[in-house]
T-cell receptor
Framework: DVKVTQSSRYLVKRTGEKVFLECVQDMDHENMFWYRQDPGLGLRLIYF???????EKGDIPEGYSVSREKKERFSLILESASTNQTSMYLC????????????FGEGSWLTVV | GESVGLHLPTLSVQEGDNSIINCAYS??????FIWYKQESGKGPQFIID?????DKRQGQRVTVLLNKTVKHLSLQIAATQPGDSAVYFC???????????FGKGTRLSVIA
């Protein structure tokens, strides 16, 4: 089974802090994604990556950056956390071999106070 | 702009009844559609998918119908069970190497 692991399930950070959300997948997938999920807004794509050291902006990249130094790991970075970044963050991965299906992690709940 | 949306944000059904969750899409170039189920506190899980060259696809207790004429997608769940209670998301993929675009989700509540 595909396993996408998000290292932190629940985080509380202060405004202005730098926040790292880590994601690791164990299926050698080329593609990785970070989504943010808010009530009534569904899943919105922040950044994605189709290969190591590559990154593409999604629909809402402002206030975020990403890092993909290794194929299995995709990190989401909030350079200076703000209260409007309080949300659930979902990491996902896929491969051309899996077709268009993407596999999600369990999510990271971030609260910025 | 192009978007994926849902007709009903919440749906309540009696246990044992069939459920139908609807989704509208606006990008006629989309060539792939997928449904995900998200239980409380968990990440979305794949349910079923369909390509644009198909009208219907069946899985275990689930059926996805695609009507390209009116750009409409539906998920049918037969004999709905309490374990089906979740939020359901549809997603579309534009042609080419592009990420999935998700709708806002429908909450399905099963009444025992």
């Amino acid at each position: 089974d595909v396993k996408v692991t998000q290292s932190s399930r629940y985080l509380v950070k202060r405004t202005g802090e730098k926040v790292f959300l880590e994601c690791v997948q164990d299926m050698d997938h080329e593609n990785m994604f970070w989504y943010r999920q808010d009530p009534g807004l569904g899943l919105r794509l922040i950044y994605f990556s189709y290969d190591v050291k590559m990154k593409e902006k999604g629909d809402i990249p402002e206030g975020y950056s990403v890092s993909r130094e290794k194929k299995e790991r995709f990190s989401l970075i909030l350079e200076s956390a703000s209260t409007n970044q309080t949300s659930m963050y979902l990491c996902a991965s896929s491969s051309p071999l899996t077709g268009n299906t993407i596999y999600f992690g369990e999510g990271s709940w971030l609260t910025v106070v | 702009g192009e978007s994926v949306g849902l007709h009903l944000p919440t749906l309540s059904v009696q246990e044992g009844d069939n459920s139908i969750i609807n989704c509208a899409y606006s990008n006629s170039a989309s060539d792939y559609f997928i449904w995900y189920k998200q239980e409380s506190g968990k990440g979305p899980q794949f349910i079923i998918d369909i390509r644009s060259n198909m009208d219907k696809r069946q899985g275990q207790r689930v059926t996805v119908l695609l009507n390209k004429t009116v750009k409409h997608l539906s998920l049918q769940i037969a004999a709905t069970q309490p374990g089906d209670s979740a939020v359901y998301f549809c997603a579309e993929k534009y042609s080419g190497n592009t990420p999935l675009v998700f709708g806002k989700g429908t909450r399905l509540s099963v009444i025992a």
